[in-house]
């Protein structure tokens, strides 16, 4: 716990750095016009670059839930936390965390990385998804984003049971990142159990 501490990644640190975090998330939705606070935000999720301190930290953060999921993607354990109590952050009541442990890419600071939100709708491929996504967000900015430093990246990302598609777009820009998709994780995570 003591190298948690040092490190700044304690739970109890975690969630006294929350309220800034979430200001740079809705200051990012601001400026591409997005708004969030109707929809549900599933998950935050936290990026280390040690084994031993995602090791430490996945056990810590047992202390505030537990374990609903531990999936290999792209070669590492992914593993989900579903809150006892869910975390009230501005206008949202989050359920879960997501710890992803390291892979190979070095991130350039630890800790809080993303928040996804839930836009629900029946799109299982990229392309139905951001179609949604310009039907919930008409005034969605897309040519603009890069000018203003704002990163888009689609992906399909899937664990090895997963029988629910969930496409996902993430918009990054100064370490914040918004990530939205057509599923909740939990939605995900029973499905994959339906598997076994």
């Known amino acids: 716990m003591q190298k948690l501490r040092e490190a700044g990644l304690h739970p109890e640190q975690m969630l006294a750095q929350l309220p800034a975090f979430v200001a740079r998330i809705e200051a990012l939705a601001r400026e591409m016009d997005l708004s969030l606070t109707a929809y549900q935000a599933d998950h935050l999720a936290l990026r280390v670059n040690d084994r031993e301190i995602a090791e430490a930290l996945h056990q810590a953060w047992l202390a505030y839930g537990e374990e609903w999921s531990r999936t290999m993607i792209n070669g590492r354990p992914i593993v989900v936390i579903g809150f006892d109590q869910p975390l009230q952050v501005g206008p949202w ?5 997501e710890l992803p442990y390291p892979g190979e890419k070095q991130y350039p600071q630890q800790g809080w990385e993303h928040i996804e939100f839930v836009i629900p709708s029946e799109a299982g491929t990229t392309d139905a998804l951001k179609a949604a996504l310009d039907e919930t967000f008409p005034t969605l900015p897309w040519d603009e ?52």
């Open 93 to 97: 009541q989050i359920e879960a965390l």
């Open 145 to 196: 984003l890069a000018a203003k430093g704002i990163k888009v990246k689609a992906s399909s990302p899937a664990g090895e049971h997963e029988r629910l598609p969930n496409p996902t777009y993430a918009f990054k820009k100064e370490g914040v990142c918004i990530k939205l998709h057509p599923c909740s994780l939990k939605a995900v995570i029973e499905s994959e159990a339906g598997d076994s």
